[in-house]
């Protein structure tokens, strides 16, 4: 057996040191009905005592009805080993269960049917299986080959979780993300917060400041460790790393200068340094208090502060150090480190390496899109000593990293003295994109057409052609492209273009009114690059994701993706880092925060070079800023606004009409908004001025943009300017009802109504209001929208949320929402004994937890995000009290459905056709009594005026209950009222056949 699975004991106990992460085993806890947990992060993360403490509360909770873990530490992990190891944890976990068919599968040399054998095995088992494997990158390709198969194979209920450096590493995860079945926690996600800091600092007295800022700390647990063993009067982390550094022998902190070359301590950089053996030397380290973090295989991971104070001391010994950088170098390279390599060699001063290795990182990292690593490593060349291919690199990497303009002019002389590829062609028109020139845009997307050699080249031009579609708002066209363009990337598998249709998929399911299916689909995307290690990707999709919050009222969790695209176009450089300013601008502005907005546009301006601006990006900023100055009374900053923007319409020529006519709508537009903040007491002729303003706008032609969207803006605002100049305006907020889908519009009304404070107001007393709108905005202020639960379940069951279509995997689910919703709250024990007629089966308990996580995921889908749908509070589930449920059961009991349809359906004995409990049958007897005493209430109401209505109730009646009295003799009154004597004679045999049938039935 190798290396890897010497130690197969459980995960090691939580330390009684190690601070608990509450936080992060709820986040875990919550995501249940994820098949993968990732927790990824460098060396010192804390992810292997995550895992530790996971397991210990999955004990004590018992959501699981078994637990396996697997310490993972050899670098050549075989697949047979791994299966053997994974089916002797299992077996640990699950003593009862016969795995003779996976070990016979091992036996014939194939793990890989192996995989699959032992996963059908713990399908068929009444429980569930929790599985923790730690180190996931050790394992060789045939053995993810393994796990892969044995996760795909796995039955929902069951669990895996992972732990490993880079998810990149393990490349069967990209597919699992991308069919949203991952749950990723990085190092974002690992890093303390304050709070979990100061706990891990126990001589820290409550309020008292930390010794050094918590961002320095970057959040990783191992710094902190450090922190609590330092001097508490050290001044940074510096500071704390040269104390440490002090403690040590002489001999040793020459030793570990020179091992600063390596990000991994071992015996083989050992070797290759001819230092002492790592052993004798280690347990110094460690006693010294450096942040090492040693694992299960004896490397150590120094931290990289440890790494920075090392690295400036052997730079003090020129000689060694160039010769320990170059050893390190070519061994980086031999072991496929790169990146490490190219540094190594720049630290050790050989150019011609240096620039060899640039060209093979470069390429290494450009399919994942890391512009701001390669700008980085190219930058420092001179360019002249770059080859063509590198100079194309550099370029797309300024283009795409805030640097349009150096970018863009070494492309444009670069393609006069030699054939440029697709890539840069298409970096040049995502640059013309946004510049908003149309017509160099297609010069470029013609070139990169003609020389486009690859299948996701191809995706990346027909991108375009859907950016189109949605810019000018044409999303019904647009969808069905994008969904052909997302199947096309993941047959391809191009993650990153896969991640760019995903985006455009959510922003054109969102536009259409799919609420849930766009924000899922930008969640999924984020989600996707978090796997891959580049969440820089992952900005624009952020920024959308903050928008589609913000049009749904969900302010706080669009403040937070807001932030967080800012921060990391910030760390990352991107080109869009001027649009995620943007972007928090506006959420803070629908959020009527209008102070947060003026500071937010103060710090744009202060930190942005507002030169190298796209135009739009340009506009949209300073009008913010100039609705921002008006809304605080800043009358600086809106003379500079106003200023800034007339000279933003001198600067495009006649060739960019477009670009120019949506600038003077921007201007105009806000102009108009913020003339209407004034009050309504002017004289009427200034209304009529502005009504008649906006009603050219109106006419004018929309250069590009969702058509409907432009159209509305003007349509409410002149309503507005009509009303108070004393013209006709309800056809102009009429008008609006088929313009847009539901989400925009009810962002829309969100932001703008207290700039319409009239004709909102007239609406509410008028009672007026477009069908398919929401109420107005000012009747939802007091709480969110209540989601509209509708169950049918008469006949054919459907159930909607808020008109959309809620899915549900097992027929149990439906039986419970229909429980919750007719009994109320209810305690586990009622609902099994309800829903299994008194099982005592213990995998019954088991199923029906798998059934309430089904039930919450199905009706959080279909758009109950914000809450949790099926909640269980003090030892009762129940549906959330914000679900607003109508049940067409409890108005066929309580009599107040009057359709005959309903009544029909009632008396077939159809509620919840698919099931049979006892529970569901008394229901449809309750039915049958409720639909007859209706039925035989409304024969006796009009049995005086029409007889023949009343009898055909009666005989209706008849038909389901055979021996009923009331119905027999009602049937005789009406037909000797109507005078037929026939009728009455077959009435009277129907009565005895009834009478001998049933009295033939109960003497059998």
């Given amino acids: 057996m190798p290396a890897l699975f010497r130690s197969l004991d459980p995960l090691p106990s939580p330390r009684l040191q190690d601070v608990p992460r509450t936080r992060l085993l709820a ?94 095995t713990l399908n068929d088992l009444p429980g ?66 304050e709070e979990e800091t100061r706990r891990a600092l126990p001589w820290l007295a409550p309020g008292e400041p930390l010794p050094l800022p918590h961002d320095e700390l970057e959040g990783w647990p191992i710094a902190v460790g450090l922190l609590r063993s330092g001097p508490a009067t050290a001044g940074s982390l510096d500071a704390l790393a040269r104390w440490a550094l002090d403690r040590l022998p002489p001999d040793v902190r020459v030793t570990v200068q020179d091992m600063s070359v390596w990000s991994e301590w071992g015996e083989a950089e050992a070797r290759e340094l001819d230092v002492p053996p790592v052993a004798t030397w280690l347990e110094d380290v460690t006693r010294a208090g450096l942040p090492v973090a040693v694992q299960q295989d004896g490397q150590a991971r120094p931290h990289g502060l440890l790494r920075r104070q090392l690295k400036a001391e052997l730079a003090l010994r020129p000689e060694r150090a160039a010769r320990c950088w170059q050893r390190a170098a070519a061994t980086y390279e031999r072991q496929g480190q790169l990146l490490e390599a190219l540094r190594a060699a720049q630290a050790g001063g ?136 997302v199947q096309r990337a993941e047959a391809l598998g191009e993650p990153y273009e896969l991640g760019a249709c995903l985006s455009l998929r959510g922003i054109v399911l969102f536009s259409l009114g799919r609420t849930a299916d766009g924000v899922r689909a930008l969640q999924q995307e984020l989600a996707f690059y978090d796997i891959q290690h580049t969440p820089y990707s992952g900005i624009p999709a952020r920024m959308n994701l903050a928008l589609c919050f913000a049009f749904q009222g969900q302010f706080d969790d669009a403040l937070r993706e807001a932030r967080r695209a800012a921060q990391d176009a910030h760390a990352s450089f991107s080109r869009s880092a001027a649009r995620t300013w943007i972007t928090l601008i506006l959420v803070h502005l629908m959020r009527r925060e209008y102070a947060a907005a003026h500071d937010e546009v103060q710090r744009a301006l202060g930190s942005l070079d507002l030169r190298t601006l796209a135009p739009q990006e340009r506009t949209d900023l300073w009008v913010h800023a100039l609705e921002c100055a008006a809304r605080t009374g800043d009358a600086a900053l809106r003379a500079q606004a106003e200023r800034t923007l007339d000279a933003c319409l001198l600067e495009f020529p006649q060739a960019r009409a477009p670009q120019w006519a949506f600038v003077h709508r921007a201007v105009a537009f806000t102009q108009a908004r913020l003339h209407l903040l004034r009050p309504p007491g002017q004289d009427e002729a200034t209304w009529r001025e502005l009504a008649g303003a906006l009603t050219e706008m109106l006419r004018q032609p929309i250069p590009y943009g969702p058509p409907a969207m432009h159209e509305l803006h003007v349509r409410l605002f002149l309503a507005e300017a ?33 700039d319409l404070p009239g004709v909102f107001s007239h609406l509410r007393q008028e009672a007026w209001w477009p069908a398919h709108l929401p109420a107005p905005v000012a009747e939802r202020a007091q709480g969110p929208t209540r989601p509209h639960l509708r169950v049918r379940s008469l006949g054919r069951v459907e159930v909607t949320l808020d008109g959309q279509a809620v899915q549900f995997p097992f027929a149990k689910c439906e039986e419970l929402l229909m429980w919750l919703a007719l009994h109320g709250p209810s305690s586990r024990a009622q609902i099994i004994n309800a829903l299994w007629d008194g099982s005592n089966n213990p995998a019954h308990a088991e199923y029906f937890r798998l059934i309430v996580r089904r039930l919450r995921t199905a009706l959080t889908q279909a758009g109950a995000a914000h809450l949790n749908p099926v909640p269980y509070t003090h030892g009762l589930y129940s549906l959330h009290e914000d679900l607003d449920v109508w049940v067409d059961v409890r108005a066929a009991l309580e009599g107040t459905g009057s359709e005959e349809q309903g009544r029909d359906a009632a008396l077939a004995g159809v509620f919840l056709p698919r099931h049979a409990s006892e529970w569901v049958q008394a229901v449809r007897a309750r039915l049958v009594d409720a639909a007859l005493s209706s039925l035989h209430q409304q024969a006796e109401e009009v049995e005086s005026h029409a007889p023949d209505r009343a009898r055909q109730l009666y005989q209706r009646m008849l038909v389901f209950d055979p021996l009923s009295e009331a119905a027999h003799a009602g049937v005789l009154r009406c037909c000797e009222a109507l005078g037929d004597q026939v009728g009455m004679q077959a009435a009277l045999r129907a009565r005895k056949r009834a009478l001998f049938s049933s009295a033939a039935n109960g003497l059998s």
């Fill in 27 to 120: 986040a875990i806890h919550a995501a249940r009905d994820a098949n993968v947990v990732v927790l990824h992060g460098g060396a010192g993360f804390g992810k292997t005592t995550l895992l530790a403490q996971w397991a210990q509360a999955e004990a004590q909770r018992e959501a699981f009805s078994a637990l396996a873990a697997l310490s993972l530490t050899d670098e050549q992990a075989d697949a047979t080993g791994f299966i053997r190891a994974l089916l002797k944890a299992v077996q640990d976990a699950e003593a009862h269960v016969s795995l003779d068919a996976a070990r016979g599968a091992l036996a014939q040399q194939s793990p890989l049917r192996a995989a699959g054998l032992l996963a059908e």
């Fill in 128 to 193: 569930s299986l929790l599985l923790l494997l730690d180190g996931a990158q050790h394992l060789s390709t045939p053995a993810q080959q393994c796990l892969e198969r044995f996760i795909q194979v796995l039955a929902e209920g069951h669990q895996v979780g992972l732990s490993v450096y880079d998810p990149s590493a393990v490349p069967f995860l990209t597919a699992l993300t991308a069919r949203g079945a991952v749950m990723a926690f990085g190092p974002s996600e690992l890093a303390f917060t």
């Fill in 350 to 485: 050989a150019a011609g390496e240096a620039l060899r290795l640039a060209e093979r990182v470069t390429a290494q990292h450009w399919p994942r899109r890391e512009f701001w690593l390669a700008r980085e490593i190219l930058e420092g060349f001179a360019v002249h000593t770059l080859p063509v291919l590198l100079q194309q690199r550099l370029a797309v990497a300024q283009l795409e990293t805030g640097r349009a303009a150096q970018g863009a002019a070494l492309l444009q002389a670069l393609s006069e003295a030699t054939d440029l590829a697709a890539c840069s062609w298409l970096a040049l028109a995502e640059h013309a994109w946004r510049q908003g020139d149309m017509t160099v845009l297609r010069t470029y997307l013609d070139a990169a057409a003609r020389v486009a050699s690859t299948a996701a080249e191809q995706v990346q031009l027909e991108r375009f052609e859907v950016r189109a579609l949605i810019r000018l708002g044409r999303f019904d066209v647009a969808l069905p492209r994008v969904e052909a363009l």
């Fill in 722 to 754: 009509q009303r108070r100049a004393g013209l006709p305006w309800e056809e102009n907020v009429k008008a609006m009802g088929p313009l847009v889908p539901l989400p925009l519009v009810t962002g829309l009304l969100r932001t703008t109504e207290p």
